[in-house]
C-alpha cells in the first residue's frame, strides 16, 4: 500500500506526520519512518474497517515478520481472514488456547465491538510480549491474559520448552515431552479446562474459540466438551502429524460438527477429521451453522469442496 493511499483516510496521523516533516525535515523524516518499519506492522484486515498492530521486535516476533514482508495474508492463510469473518459474524466471547504474542486476540477485538477474549498463554515471557501487543491495539480492556496451559485437566504440569538457540520468540512449547526431541528447559505450569475456566470464570456465551497447542489439542476439545454442548461455538484448531486425530473425529460426530480444512484457496468440507498436508488449519462447526459459514468463505475468495 502506497503511503498517499494509507494516510488518505487518516489525517489525524497525516497531520502528524507533515509536523514532523517541518521538525526535522524530509530525509529525516524518512529515516525516522525506515526504522519505525523494521519494527512496528500495521495491517489492515480485509473487507472490514479494522487494523491491528504488531512489533517484529527486532524480527523475533516471526508473525509479525510475516505480516511485514508479505502482509495480511503472509501468516496461516486463510485461517486469520476465516476466524475474523465468524468473530464478525457470530455474537460471543473468544477463547485464544495458545495466544502466543496475541495476533489472534487482537484480530478479534479489532472486528468486533462486543467480544471479550481470554488468551491463555502460560510461557510467562511469551505472556509478556502478549500483553504489551495488547497495550499497542489498546484493547487490554477487552482481553483478559490467563497464564494456564489449557489441557483435559485442572492442577500443574510440565511445559518443555524447546531449544533457544534461534534467537526468535517461542512458538513450540507444549505439554508433551515428544512434541520436540530436545529442550531448553522444563517448568511447571498451571493448567485449566475450558469448562473449569468458564464455570469460575462465567461471561457469557462463547461463539469462536482458537487451540494451538502443539500437537494436544484432543485433549483440549476433551476439557471443552460442556462448553461446546451449550454454546456451539465454532473451533479453529490445528492437526499436525502428531495430533490424536481419531480422539478428535470421534468428538466431531458426537457434537454433530463439520470439519472444514482450510487450505490456501480451498476449504474442504465434510471429511472426517484428518491430517492434510496442505491444510494443517482446520475449523469444526456446527451442523446448523455450515450454510453461514459457507456464506462467509465466498467474499474471502475461497472455492469450497464437499467431500
Excluded at 486463510?78 to 464478525?88: E, I, K, L, N, T
Excluded at 459474524?89 to 485464544?96: I, K, S
Excluded at 460438527?257 to 487450505?263: E, G, I, K, P
Aim: net charge negative; aromatic share 8%.
Amino acid at each position: 500500500m502506497a503511503i498517499r493511499d494509507y494516510l488518505a483516510p487518516r489525517p489525524r496521523i497525516a497531520s502528524a506526520l507533515a509536523g514532523v516533516t517541518r521538525r526535522v525535515g524530509a530525509r529525516g523524516l524518512a529515516a525516522k519512518l525506515q526504522r519505525l518499519s523494521t519494527e512496528l506492522v500495521v495491517v489492515d484486515i480485509p473487507r472490514s474497517d479494522a487494523t491491528i498492530r504488531m512489533l517484529t521486535r527486532g524480527g523475533r516476533d516471526q508473525i509479525a515478520a510475516h505480516l511485514h514482508s508479505d502482509g495480511w495474508t503472509g501468516f496461516e492463510h486463510p485461517m486469520p481472514s476465516v476466524f475474523a469473518a465468524c468473530v464478525a459474524a457470530f455474537a460471543g466471547n473468544t477463547l485464544d488456547v495458545g495466544a502466543n504474542t496475541g495476533f489472534y486476540s487482537v484480530v478479534a477485538t479489532a472486528v468486533s465491538a462486543s467480544t471479550k477474549v481470554i488468551a491463555f498463554e502460560p510461557f510467562p515471557p511469551v505472556a509478556f510480549d502478549l500483553q504489551s501487543t495488547l497495550r499497542l491495539n489498546r484493547c487490554t480492556a477487552r482481553v483478559t491474559v490467563e497464564p494456564f496451559a489449557v489441557s483435559d485437566a485442572i492442577g500443574e504440569a510440565t511445559l518443555f520448552i524447546p531449544l533457544q538457540d534461534h534467537g526468535l520468540i517461542e512458538t513450540s512449547a507444549s505439554l508433551s515431552g515428544d512434541f520436540k526431541s530436545e529442550f531448553s528447559e522444563a517448568i511447571s505450569v498451571p493448567v485449566t479446562t475450558i469448562d473449569a475456566y468458564d464455570a469460575a470464570h462465567p461471561s457469557g456465551p462463547v461463539s469462536v474459540i482458537k487451540i494451538d497447542v502443539e500437537s494436544l489439542e484432543a485433549k483440549v476439545f476433551a476439557g471443552g466438551a460442556a462448553v461446546v454442548a451449550r454454546d456451539r461455538p465454532i473451533v479453529f484448531f490445528e492437526v499436525l502429524p502428531q495430533g490424536d486425530v481419531e480422539t478428535i473425529e470421534s468428538f466431531r460426530a458426537t457434537h454433530d460438527y463439520v470439519d472444514m480444512r482450510l487450505r490456501e484457496t480451498e476449504v474442504v468440507i465434510g471429511d472426517a477429521v484428518c491430517f492434510d498436508q496442505a491444510a494443517w488449519n482446520h475449523a469444526l462447526v456446527p451442523a446448523e451453522k455450515t450454510d453461514a459459514v459457507r456464506a462467509i468463505l465466498k467474499p474471502i475468495g475461497l472455492s469450497v469442496q464437499s467431500a
